[in-house]
């Protein structure tokens, strides 16, 4: 466990400076976020304004605050592609991290700190000018803030353990780009990236409720604005821990039997 | 001398299709990507219009028109001009740009037309057919007038886009890794899905001169719902002539400076 961690560490440092060498490519990495970001938020503060000046229990200064936390959330909780992983097993480049005596899942995980924790010098001046140009409105509740980072840290591994074991599946095809985007496309709209949850009509709502993908984005996102009660964050943590669970379970399953089957490819 | 090049581009093409026909299964997998990104186009649509009647004077089969042209013009874009510019980035990171340097064909033809993704067309299909379908839907009144001003503003902004990348590449001359900038362009490209008169005016403008999402998809779009005014048609004709030159006089410059990669 020790040596687990001490290794992530490392990982992480080594991806730090990695990422800094690579700054131009990140920036732009960051603005692709942020296009995307903006581009909802002009549409959505549009249509409140259209439509005297809140929809689905957003004012036109919440809607801009909703996207502009959104780039955060949304930088916290990604950046790990599932054609990286492809790539490595079309290319071999997974046989050297099969060898090494940690699980790859960790490995991973330590690179995705190191660049997160990097692109923070940018996104923070990002954020703090898009909220002088665009005028936020939300509410800092101290114990909303306070159980952020466990509801971000929490949604950040759901998402990767459940794309690690949709990648695992490239060890049987490498084809795993189709599955890929079909889960893109569901999560756009159940996860509360293309607008808040609360914008939805009903039936769309409820499949959201069923699928995993907003205790990854919309619930901390919420958090840090201080829309949610108690209550619905307690519900909020449940449901997190609950779907990390069993996804976690279905990796440990999957891993084993995904390992024998895999084929190296290359030397 | 013309004909001469349209054969030649016609070999190019020929050739390429032929190498992509061979995989045939990528047919599926783009058409499969193809209508995601489609139905998303449209969930979103719908996402809105349950909220509104218009978007900033947009009904939502005018929108579903800029959906249909962002949809044609991003196919055009990955299945011709993508290809051949990512092409002359890995040419001059690896030498091989040398090898088209020393054929006796303009060097600007020879590197914009080599290259031709086939299966990307999809993409152009899809947008044909949506546009066609909002068209009849809005009982616009497009008669021959309208079809040929819409084509040639598209075609104006297709060769502005392709202006752009081009100087883009030709910056590789100097700066070998500029992949950046063509992700930059296509992040910037996304803001084209709405119309741009709704963003506030210097991502406008943004959008107009810098990346130019305004002529390639706005623009158009506005052509087929009655919305384009004749200063817009004018600027489009003179800023797409204008890039055109200046890309050529840059692309030219770039190569009298470069000195080969394997050399």
């Known amino acids: ?267 | 001398m013309m004909l001469r090049y349209l054969r030649l581009i016609w070999t190019f093409t020929r050739l390429s299709a032929l190498n992509e026909l061979q995989y045939r299964a990528n047919f599926f997998m783009q058409f499969f990507s193809s209508l995601l990104t489609l139905a998303n186009g449209l969930i979103g649509l719908a996402l809105v219009f349950y909220h509104t009647e218009s978007l900033a004077g947009w009904e939502p089969m005018e929108l579903l028109v800029v959906v249909g042209v962002y949809t044609l013009i991003g196919g055009l874009i990955r299945a011709i001009i993508q290809p051949n510019m990512w092409r002359i980035l890995d040419g001059v990171h690896e030498g091989t740009l040398d090898f088209t340097l020393t054929k006796p064909e303009d060097s600007q033809l020879l590197v914009s037309m080599a290259n031709f993704e086939l299966w990307k067309l999809v993409d152009v299909i899809i947008g044909i057919l949506v546009l066609v379908y909002a068209v009849l839907k809005i009982e616009a009144r497009v008669g021959i007038e309208e079809a040929v001003i819409f084509t040639l503003v598209l075609l104006c902004g297709g060769l502005m886009v392709y202006s752009l990348w081009l100087a883009i590449a030709t910056t590789s001359f100097w700066v070998v890794r500029i992949w950046s900038l063509f992700d930059f362009f296509e992040n910037m490209y996304q803001a084209g899905r709405w119309p741009v008169g709704i963003y506030p005016s210097w991502l406008r403008m943004i959008l107009t001169f810098l990346v130019p999402v305004a002529f390639a998809v706005t623009a158009p779009a506005e052509a087929l719902t009655a919305r384009l005014n004749t200063q817009m048609l004018l600027l489009a004709l003179v800023v797409a002539a204008l890039s055109l030159v200046a890309s050529r006089m840059f692309w030219k410059f770039g190569l009298r400076n470069y000195t080969g990669a394997s050399a």
């Not at chain 1, 490595?88 to 046989?95: A, D, H, P, Q, S």
């Not at chain 1, 101290?142 to 949604?155: D, E, N, R, Y």
């Not at chain 1, 794309?163 to 490239?170: F, S």
């Open chain 1, 1 to 267: 466990m020790l040596r687990t961690l001490k290794i992530l560490l490392a990982e992480t440092k080594i991806s730090m400076m990695a990422s800094f060498q690579y700054r131009v490519q990140e920036g732009m990495a960051l603005l692709g976020l942020l296009v995307e970001s903006l581009v909802y938020l002009v549409v959505w503060t549009t249509i409140a304004r259209a439509q005297g000046g809140s929809v689905g229990g957003y004012t036109e200064g919440e809607f801009a605050g909703y996207f502009i936390a959104w780039t955060f959330v949304r930088h916290m909780t990604t950046g790990w592609s599932p054609w990286w992983m492809e790539m490595r097993i079309r290319r071999g480049e997974f046989n050297t991290l099969l060898l090494r005596p940690i699980h790859p899942y960790f490995v991973d995980m330590g690179r995705m700190m190191g660049m997160k924790s990097i692109a923070m010098f940018t996104l923070v001046p990002t954020i703090f000018l898009l909220s002088l140009i665009f005028r936020p409105e939300f509410a800092l509740i101290p114990w909303s803030l306070l159980t952020l980072l466990p509801a971000l840290v929490l949604a950040f591994l759901l998402r990767y353990t459940l794309m690690y074991a949709l990648a695992v599946t490239a060890f049987w095809t490498t084809r795993v780009t189709a599955l890929f985007e079909l889960w893109f496309a569901v999560e756009f709209f159940t996860s509360g990236r293309v607008a808040p949850l609360s914008v939805l009509p009903e039936w769309a709502l409820n499949i959201a409720n069923v699928l995993p993908f907003q205790w990854m984005f919309a619930f901390p996102l919420e958090l840090l604005l201080g829309r949610l009660s108690p209550q619905e964050a307690l519900h909020g943590f449940l449901m997190q821990a609950l779907w990390l669970t069993g996804t976690a379970i279905v990796v440990r399953l999957v891993w084993r039997s995904a390992v024998k089957q895999y084929a190296a490819v290359g030397g």
